[in-house]
């Protein structure tokens, strides 16, 4: 990993509000510099850091939050798209592709970059990407506060999903805590869930296993299984704790569906919900017990 200079720069202008902050990524020193003499013509423009791989920019971005990256695509080891992937996307600046080739153009765009630029960079290319940026800098800063708000509004509530409408109504914050359902992304579809129907939810790589009661009674065996790509910790923020404890680093279970638990001799515990299966208590979430029993 070669980090090649990170610096700040401090001017009069540095503090107004329209400027740019950003990074250039390349594995290339000359094709470093070149873009950053060119961008000396754009005082708008302000370069707090400069990096020769990947790894190195990644901590770059989240040490400086930057607005924008100039991003080279064609780098050894962690190319500019894997640099990218590697981003959370609540933490993604805004993207320009340097690259040598135009083929690359469409994936850059397929990556959701803002624009892309040929090496040699052209001060006119140059113009209009940094145009197209501020455009769209703009348009995400306001998108950007609906969806924080959205976002905690919906955190509150228990429902992610929530819409400006629904947030908007006098009342939307008491109705939505009243409201017994979590909203789950299966596929191409968004289901309500009833959170009684909840049996137990688990992790599956990248993914989570919602386990609910079928169309028959809620002790039967069979039942359905809801799909969704989402984190055990995303699932634990919608969800009260005090009645969906964690049990296990991959579980997550509904407490008023216990019915039986038995002890292990390493410590562990195995519980068994009225649907007739049984899961895993660890050691390390044994201070669970009292929401159990």
Not at 123 to 149: D, F, K, N, P, Y
Not at 274 to 284: A, F, H, I, M, V
């Amino acid at each position: 990993m070669d980090r090649v200079v990170e610096r700040e720069r401090h001017s009069e202008s540095a503090t107004h509000g329209t400027r740019l902050r950003a990074l250039i990524v390349d594995d290339e020193p000359l094709a470093r510099r070149g873009l950053e003499i060119r961008l000396e013509a754009h005082p708008d423009v302000e370069i707090v850091g400069e990096y020769g791989d990947g790894l190195s920019a990644i901590a770059g971005m989240r040490e400086h939050r930057p607005d924008l990256v100039f991003l080279d695509v064609q780098m050894p080891g962690m190319d500019g798209f894997e640099t990218l992937r590697s981003i959370p996307a609540h933490e993604m600046p805004l993207v320009v592709f340097v690259t040598a080739y135009d083929h690359y153009a469409i994936r850059a765009f397929e990556a959701s970059a803002t624009d892309y630029l040929l090496k040699p960079v052209e001060e006119t290319r140059l113009a209009q990407a940094l145009a197209r940026v501020q455009q769209a800098r703009s348009q995400r800063e306001a998108s950007g506060h609906c969806a924080h708000l959205l976002g905690l509004l919906g955190e509150l509530s228990g429902r992610p999903l929530l819409d400006l409408d629904e947030a908007l109504k006098p009342d939307a914050l008491e109705q939505l805590r009243r409201d017994d359902k979590l909203a789950v992304r299966d596929g191409g579809r968004t289901v309500r869930v009833d959170l009684s129907s909840i049996r137990w939810i688990d992790a599956a790589g990248d993914y989570m296993c919602i386990h609910t009661d079928g169309p028959a009674d809620r002790a039967a065996p069979q039942g359905e299984t809801l799909v969704l790509r989402a984190t055990m910790r995303d699932l634990e923020k919608q969800l009260d704790p005090q009645r969906f404890p964690r049990i296990h680093r991959s579980t997550i279970v509904n407490a008023r569906r216990v019915v039986e638990l038995r002890p292990h001799t390493n410590g562990e515990g195995f519980l068994r919900l009225d649907c007739g299966q049984e899961l895993k208590l660890s050691r390390t979430h044994r201070d669970k017990l009292a929401l159990l029993i």
